[in-house]
């Protein structure tokens, strides 16, 4: 099991999944759950604030395998929302849902799930501390905020200099505050995490600098790594 945590942006989705391709391992990105949830939440008019109500709409979010066992297609209610959940509406309602101690149990619990007994990559913000403090391999992904702003930017089709790119900026710094300072299951690198910066990075450069780090610690690791 491989834990690799990071800010938004930071590259942990193509990371992660290029990694696990790499090693032969599942991908899953945690944050879909909380995306997903989100975009329930929005549709349904439900406070992001409401504990209750939004642990009550969790069992109507899934998350499925892909391609090569990837878990990337999200399904509310029979309903692919894969794409529906990137957009600036769930973005700037995630942190919100996110830090609700409600959703946070319940949500723990379908990850673990998903994990199962291994053999997988998985990113998020608390990966590392929370959902599986007795990973393999932690690593902690980041870049400098105008990076990875930039990043989603380009991703979604948007100049990063416009008025939408520098929106995208203010969320993301909007964004990390809250994920850091929630009394919850703060978004922090893990104690005995590695940390890996991404400024400048190509993708493939950034994976080679992950693979760095989790080859050796694989193969030291009972049965000896992966694949």
Request: charged share 25%; proline share 5%.
């Amino acid at each position: 099991m491989i834990a690799l945590d990071g800010p938004g942006s930071s590259g942990k989705s193509s990371v992660g999944a290029a990694v696990a391709a790499a090693l032969g391992l599942r991908f899953f990105d945690s944050g879909l759950l909380y995306r997903a949830l989100s975009w329930t939440a929005i549709a349904r008019g439900v406070d992001p604030a409401d504990g209750a109500a939004l642990a009550a709409l969790a069992p109507s979010v899934a998350v499925e395998a892909g391609v090569g066992g990837r878990l990337e297609r999200v399904v509310v209610e029979g309903r692919d929302v894969s794409a529906a959940i990137r957009t600036p509406e769930v973005d700037r309602v995630v942190s919100a849902v996110a830090r609700v101690p409600q959703v946070r149990a319940a949500l723990l619990v379908r990850q673990r799930a998903l994990v199962g007994r291994g053999g997988i990559v998985v990113a998020g913000r608390d990966i590392g501390t929370v959902v599986l403090p007795d990973a393999d391999v932690k690593i902690w992904l980041d870049a400098s905020t105008e990076v990875r702003a930039a990043r989603r930017a380009e991703e979604r089709g948007i100049d990063p200099g416009s008025v939408a790119g520098r929106t995208i900026l203010a969320d993301l710094l909007r964004r990390d505050g809250a994920d850091g300072g929630r009394a919850i299951a703060p978004a922090r690198p893990a104690d005995d995490a590695v940390h890996v910066r991404t400024d400048g990075n190509t993708l493939e450069q950034t994976v080679a600098a992950v693979l760095a780090v989790v080859m050796p610690r694989l193969a030291a690791a009972p049965g000896g790594g992966a694949g």
